[in-house]
């Protein structure tokens, strides 16, 4: 489904479900409302974390991968079920509600695994409780835990006239050129992101119910942070009338003695309103410091306590997710020898392959599965699918539930 960009069962509806079946052996494949069902059934499991996991065990010992990139990626809520948090997304620029989730990739965007935040956690905090013990205890590492306990910290910066760039590493060999590329390369993350929301609608919710957060966890008392927002709010009416005050200063110096009695009046008026706004600061300060800057999720008052989404289904169909965009990209990096330019035209030319039609042929004398994929749009790619054929070949895969080995070739 997702590697054909079928992005949910409903659009299942749209596709042929004999030639769909055809591909996995079945006669059909499943009816949206059969296909939910199996997911409801591995969702009620609660293994998802644990397969995910697992996977990247297996992903981090094959790729022996020495560097991890981590960053939030924020799903936003639109439903009224939930009462969720309210959390900065970059790309709207805007504060919505919804949920955070950690992301660990390494330096080519492939990812390993993902935590999701219960209401407001920040990054430093998700990395100190989770992310990295994680890492230490499921994640292999080819370094002994005496070397992982005495880690050190070194910063290095540089200066030029108009910004100052600050990196902080536990590496203390790698030069600084090293260090900077490293650095820069997060942003293979950012374009996984951005492809995975793009191609296969990644932040899509996939259910809806809602579940309770534990009562003794603490987080940001939201009465302390209205008051906060009050206060910024004035501060901000005070900078400004100080800044109309300054001026009306300078222009009646600047001026003739004739409108000075004038200029006294406008600032009589806004010295009365700076001083009205300054008492309401120290009125809202005294008030902020007799609230708790966090509370207890019970202690909340019923109609703005915090609950979460069962987020178990969409977290195993991420998974999958995962899994398809890995092997997406290893078959588009098979293409190199032909395409030797960006990764996004691999990619387009991979979605082309996947959604090109095929003749499936049964050759029961040499027991073998011939899938004869059509020609293509142009010599160029039919060369490059050739020869991605041949590798496939090689590897004489069995297709599955049978003895029949699978044999790609381009009808030409």
């Known amino acids: ?90 790309r709207q620029k805007l504060c919505l509600p919804g949920m955070q989730e950690f992301w660990v990739n390494n330096k080519e965007g492939m990812p390993y695994f993902y935590i999701t935040g219960q209401v407001n956690e920040k990054l430093l905090e998700m990395l100190e409780t989770q992310i990295i013990p994680t890492l230490l205890e499921k994640i292999p590492s080819k370094y002994s835990q005496e070397e992982l306990d005495n880690v050190s910290m070194r910063e290095i910066r540089r200066l030029t006239k108009e910004h100052q760039t600050s990196v902080i590493t536990t590496n203390t060999k790698l030069s600084l050129t090293m260090v900077a590329i490293h650095m820069f390369a997060r942003w293979t993350q950012e374009n996984y992101f951005k492809y995975m929301r793009q191609d296969y609608n990644f932040d899509r919710l996939l259910q809806y119910a809602v579940e309770q957060i534990n009562g003794d966890f603490a987080v940001v008392n939201p009465e302390y942070n209205n008051i906060t927002y009050r206060l910024k709010k004035i501060r901000e009416k005070i900078s400004r009338r100080r800044a109309k005050l300054f001026k009306l200063q300078e222009d009646n110096v600047n001026d003739g003695l004739d409108s000075t009695n ?22 809202e300060l005294v008030k902020r410091k007799q609230v708790p800057y966090k509370i207890k999720i019970d202690d909340m008052p019923e109609n703005m306590k915090y609950n979460k989404l069962n987020l178990e289904s ?92 699978l044999e790609y070739k381009i009808a030409t």
């Open 1 to 90: 489904m997702y590697l054909r960009r079928i992005k949910n069962p409903e659009q299942l509806k749209h596709h042929s479900p004999g030639e769909f079946g055809k591909i996995m052996g079945l006669d059909r494949v499943p009816e949206a409302k059969s296909l939910r069902a199996k997911l409801k059934e591995i969702s009620t499991q609660k293994k998802s974390w644990e397969w995910n996991i697992d996977l990247a065990k297996k992903w981090a010992h094959s790729e022996d991968n020495e560097f991890y990139y981590i960053d939030g990626h924020v799903q936003v809520y639109n439903g009224y079920k939930a009462r969720l948090g309210k959390k900065h997304v970059a």
């Open 262 to 283: 004038r200029y006294l009046k406008k600032q009589i008026t806004v010295s009365q309103e700076l001083e009205d706004l300054i008492h309401q600061e120290e009125i």
């Open 314 to 405: 969409k977290r195993f169909q991420n998974i999958i997710k995962m899994i398809c965009f890995r092997a997406e990209t290893s078959f588009a990096n098979l293409l190199s020898k032909y395409y030797n330019k960006s990764i996004n035209e691999k990619r387009a030319i991979v979605k082309s392959i996947i959604n090109s039609h095929a003749d499936i042929i049964p050759d029961y004398q040499n027991n073998k599965l011939i899938v004869s994929l059509y020609s293509q749009a142009s010599p160029r790619m039919n060369n490059a699918i050739e020869s991605i054929c041949k590798l496939l070949n090689d590897t004489e895969t069995k297709y599955p539930g049978t003895n029949m080995t």
